[in-house]
């Protein structure tokens, strides 16, 4: 079993930062890549940022230049670091990992139960 587990989330005022981390947890044998998602009010859970086991990374347009992924492998553990937040920012975060477990030949997708990030004007 495994699981993930988020933190950082909260309320901030725009133009103020946060850090999310996510950390994985269980019978783990190896983790590919790991991903942050966010769902706003409304809308569809899109893919924020996500970085590979080797350190490859990609961000949604949105939050170019304004977010960081990283990811620390002797921990699982993934962050994400948010600065300038925006209004347009406030939604539910969650994590995403490809994780193989002891016994297992191939990876799943894990997912986190999410953290809320709000941001105020």
């Known amino acids: 079993q495994v699981q993930l587990v988020e933190s950082g989330g909260g309320l901030v005022q725009a133009g103020e930062s946060l850090r999310l981390s996510c950390a994985a947890a269980g019978s783990i044998f190896k983790i590919d890549t790991m991903g942050w998602y966010r769902q706003a009010p409304g809308k569809q859970r899109e893919l924020v940022a996500a970085?590979?086991?080797?350190?490859?990374?990609n961000y949604v347009d949105s939050v170019n230049g304004r977010c960081t992924i990283s990811r620390d492998n002797a921990k699982n553990t993934v962050y994400l670091q948010m600065n300038s937040l925006k209004p347009e920012d406030t939604g539910v975060y969650y994590c995403?990992?490809?994780?193989?477990?002891?016994?297992?030949?191939?990876?799943?997708?894990?997912w986190g139960k999410g953290t809320l990030v709000t941001v105020s004007t």
């Open positions: 995403s990992a490809f994780i193989t477990t002891m016994g297992i030949t191939s990876h799943m997708n894990y």
């Open positions: 970085i590979t086991s080797g350190g490859n990374t």
